[in-house]
């Protein structure tokens, strides 16, 4: 059982950058594949990245590609979404996600992930 909350979010300037940060008040998150998703206004959510359990693997939507990168603090129980050179488009509600299985998670919805937190509003305007 995991329980899951972000911070972080905020207001950036488009070419700013923001991290994420996702901690696992209960459970241990490196138990876990991760993964990051949003929403943006008047679309579905989708997948940004996801990481699996180890680390070792990762895969990103191909917009956030040499952009965000995921990580995680085992140590901490945490894991992070670090967002660069941040477009408008990037804006929405990011959510993490764990579970089990490692998904490839871009473009995809998340329905199948067991635990989420509760979302961050990002917002990338000048």
């Known amino acids: 059982q995991l329980q899951l909350v972000e911070s972080g979010g905020g207001l950036v300037q488009p070419g700013g950058s923001l991290r994420l940060s996702c901690k696992a008040s209960?459970?241990?998150?490196?138990?876990?594949?991760i993964g990051w998703f949003r929403q943006a206004p008047g679309k579905e959510r989708a997948g940004v990245g996801c990481?699996?359990?180890?680390?070792?693997?990762?895969n990103f939507e191909d917009s956030v590609k040499g952009r965000f990168t995921i990580s995680r603090d085992n140590a901490n129980n945490t894991m992070f979404l670090q967002m660069n050179s941040l477009k408008p488009e990037d804006s929405g509600v990011y959510y993490c996600?764990?579970?089990?299985?490692?998904?490839?998670?871009?473009?995809?919805?998340?329905?199948?992930?067991?635990?989420w937190g509760k979302g961050a509003l990002v917002t990338v305007s000048s």
């Open positions: 209960e459970g241990t998150l490196e138990d876990y594949a």
């Open positions: 990481m699996s359990r180890s680390g070792a693997n990762t």
């Open positions: 996600a764990a579970d089990l299985v490692y998904f490839h998670c871009s473009g995809w919805s998340g329905d199948g992930m067991k635990y």
